[in-house]
């Protein structure tokens, strides 16, 4: 598609949404949000006609980019047939669609539960661990993000939590592995996972075993800066679960469906957990859905006790056709096994020709088309670019950077003092390239921050 300027449209557009539209974690008269006019494959475009490639996905969920016309048809067509109907009853979409995703699923996660995004899928699997243990407590990481509803929240390891954190939502927090930036003073990443896996064992222990319902963890912690953990922590969490009778809960809502190169995060790593949840991905962020997949264990305590707990629109219609027209199209155009031959090929070794360039990058890590940039003020101390929670003019160098990207015509994902690199996970190599051009020209805009 072919953009248009339209510059009077925009100004409407822009308009109405100031006078209006409320938008989330923001404060209102701060922000400039942009008038966006259209989006196809990598791409979205203003009413001004300038293309941006969009390296964040939307908010990392676009997997197979705007508009695929097969998800776009797919969705049609399940209009035309059945717009809406109760969760109470069996549907074909949502049948077909829980059906796809069990397949998928490691273990035997073989039970959906659908919800309408992330937030309330980890709601609804800390109700299903509670319930199932009968204990209160839940740990999960500093340096995370699970969602922005009031459990959700509260297991969220970063500033997004301070606000509605009053200290009674039974969630106690522990240092997960980051070498870059460890909290146990390790050396190497064999120290650093057994490090890590004693201190929760620790924590565990001060904590009363018998109290903890859940451990809740990113597969692969994405907002807080996509650390992918050590060899043998998943497997040690794991373990420790299974020793101590508590459930495993692996967060998948940005990981999973292949952003990481493989279906879900976990794969990478040999693990299965109790619960995992999911959203983003599934259906490519084209109508709201998430879910949780349930083991066989948890699934059996509500099959003679009715599980409390619903939604509305818990696997409605439309979402759910297009999630089997999004994992048709993931498997039949090769979408995950294209994230990581590209991740390994283009995205992995053109950011780390970057770092040697640019002496603002700290450190490149990633997988698949999931991949970030910590960027510094100095090398050697490992000093951040900006503060933690910066805002305003202590946050200017990553709004420069920023900016650089914007003008250049990228859209960064720019979080603290890092940037995520997260295209479509069916980006082709000519628009990594271009993308990785431009966070070159970006980048150094953010190295006369350099001491």
Not at 107 to 121: E, K, P, S, W, Y
Request: some cysteine; charged content about 20%; glycine content about 10%.
């Amino acid at each position: 598609m072919t953009p248009h300027p339209n510059p009077e449209a925009g100004a409407a557009v822009k308009a109405a949404d100031r006078a209006h539209v409320f938008h989330s974690w923001s404060a209102q008269e701060l922000i400039d949000p942009l008038a966006v006019a259209g989006a196809e494959g990598s791409y979205f475009w203003d009413y001004d006609g300038r293309r941006y490639l969009d390296f964040t996905s939307g908010l990392v969920y676009t997997n197979i980019g705007y508009q695929h016309p097969r998800v776009v048809a797919a969705i049609q067509e399940q209009a035309a047939r059945m717009t809406t109907f109760a969760p109470a009853f069996a549907v074909e979409a949502r049948s077909e669609a829980a059906r796809l995703i069990a397949e998928r699923t490691p273990g035997d996660l073989d039970r959906i539960f659908f919800t309408n995004g992330g937030a309330d899928a980890v709601e609804h699997a800390v109700r299903m661990a509670r319930l199932h243990t009968g204990r209160p407590k839940v740990l999960s990481a500093y340096r995370s993000y699970h969602g922005g509803t009031q459990q959700a929240v509260n297991l969220t390891g970063d500033p997004r939590r301070w606000a509605s954190d009053s200290g009674t939502a039974g969630v106690v927090h522990f240092w997960a592995p980051f070498l870059y930036r460890s909290r146990f003073y390790a050396e190497t990443e064999e120290q650093e996972c057994a490090r890590a896996l004693e201190h929760l064992e620790t924590t565990i222990a001060f904590e009363g075993p018998a109290t903890i319902a859940a451990i809740v963890l990113e597969t692969i912690p994405g907002t807080a800066g996509i650390m992918t953990p050590p060899a043998g922590y998943l497997a040690g969490v794991r373990e420790l679960c299974d020793r101590y009778g508590i459930v495993f809960v692996l967060d998948e809502v940005m990981a999973g469906f292949g952003r990481t190169g493989e279906w879900f995060a976990a794969d990478l790593y040999d693990v299965v957990p109790d619960l995992m949840t999911f959203a983003k991905g599934v259906n490519s962020g084209y109508v709201p859905l998430g879910g949780v997949a349930i083991s066989g264990a948890i699934a059996e305590t509500f099959a003679r006790r009715p599980y409390p707990g619903g939604l509305t629109y818990s696997g409605h219609p439309l979402a759910c056709a297009a999630a089997v027209a999004t994992i048709g199209v993931m498997a039949e155009e090769g979408v995950v096994e294209n994230a990581a031959r590209l991740g390994a090929s283009v995205v992995g070794p053109g950011l780390r020709e970057l770092a040697e360039r640019h002496p603002c990058v700290g450190e490149v890590r990633g997988v698949g088309m999931f991949w970030a940039l910590e960027l510094v003020r100095n090398r050697e101390t490992r000093e951040p670019l900006v503060p933690y929670n910066a805002a305003g003019e202590a946050n200017a160098p990553m709004a420069a950077f920023a900016a650089a990207a914007k003008e250049g015509g990228v859209w960064p994902f720019v979080n603290m003092n890092r940037t995520h690199v997260v295209p479509p996970c069916n980006a082709s190599e000519a628009e990594l390239k271009e993308g990785l051009a431009v966070l070159d020209a970006a980048l150094s805009v953010a190295d006369g921050y350099v001491e």
